[in-house]
């Protein structure tokens, strides 16, 4: 008994310790990269740059007190040697980059090659199951759309990919009426009615498409496992997406760097990820 109360204390001492650090996260995505700061659990100074200059951004942080530095990342394996190696030069601390893996801190990937599964999506996928511990679906909306699905046991399901809003664009160059029309994602907030116009009916048919995609999975989750999930939605254009559902959503833009954050919380000291 005793034993075992000074486990508990060890545990919790350590967990303390943990989040008392202040940790750089970063998320590297195909277009954009987003970094912040994660202190006693709470995420702040998140910054937004095109991923063609996020060491410029990093900079920004150099007169932090960093500690660790976690990162997930969908660049190049060169492109991620030189973000390791500015970050030890800059920091005086090595990065801890999070790859999917077979299982994480309660969660099991669903992919039969668990490494082929985005390191992003899995970084979510850990972190939002043990932020909310009940079943979820998690859509990220960014340069491609991806789904996930994990029941409330901490099992993923698995996943769909669809195009994302630049890729649909680009889905038109060989239909010789369409493909001079430019289309910007930040109009397809007001179209989802039947259109009067092609432009409008090219907007409203992306936002049909990916809006009956997400209901139609929430419906199939819902019946599968006898319970409403939580349904997230993140990534640029989430918050435009989500105002056309019919199915309650919860938002979060910053979801993968408080997922960096929670699993920087709560890994095994002994743990190698």
């Not at 996260?25 to 996020?54: A, C, H, M, P």
């Not at 669903?110 to 511990?133: E, H, M």
Request: overall charge positive; charged content about 20%.
């Amino acid at each position: 008994m005793v034993l075992n109360n000074l486990v508990i204390l060890l545990i919790n001492i350590f967990l303390l310790q943990e989040r008392s650090q202040m940790k750089l996260l970063i998320d590297v995505g195909n277009s954009q990269t987003k970094i912040g700061i994660w202190n006693y659990g709470r995420l702040s100074n998140v910054s937004l740059s095109e991923t063609k200059n996020f060491l410029k951004n990093i900079s920004r942080y150099k007169k932090k007190s960093i500690n660790e530095v976690y990162i997930t990342s969908v660049i190049s394996s060169k492109e991620n040697k030189k973000l390791q190696t500015y970050i030890e030069r800059n920091f005086k601390v090595k990065s801890k980059q999070i790859k999917s893996t077979k299982s994480l801190i309660g969660v099991k990937n669903g992919y039969k090659q668990p490494s082929k599964l985005g390191n992003d999506r899995w970084c979510t996928i850990v972190g939002a199951y043990n932020l909310f511990k009940v079943p979820l679906i998690i859509v990220d909306c960014g340069t491609a759309i991806s789904i996930d699905c994990v029941n409330g046991y901490g099992q993923h399901l698995g996943g769909y990919i669809l195009s994302g809003f630049d890729g649909y664009s680009k889905s038109f160059s060989n239909a010789d009426k369409l493909k001079k029309i430019k289309l910007n994602k930040k109009n397809i907030k007001n179209n989802l009615a039947t259109a009067k116009n092609t432009k409008d009916a090219l907007l409203s048919g992306y936002m049909l498409m990916v809006t009956s995609a997400i209901e139609k999975i929430f419906k199939q989750l819902q019946i599968k496992i006898r319970k409403k999930p939580l349904l997230i939605l993140t990534g640029a254009y989430g918050k435009q997406i989500s105002s056309h559902l019919s199915i309650p959503v919860k938002n979060e833009p910053n979801l993968v760097l408080k997922s960096l954050g929670v699993i920087s919380d709560r890994k095994n000291p002994f743990m190698n990820i």
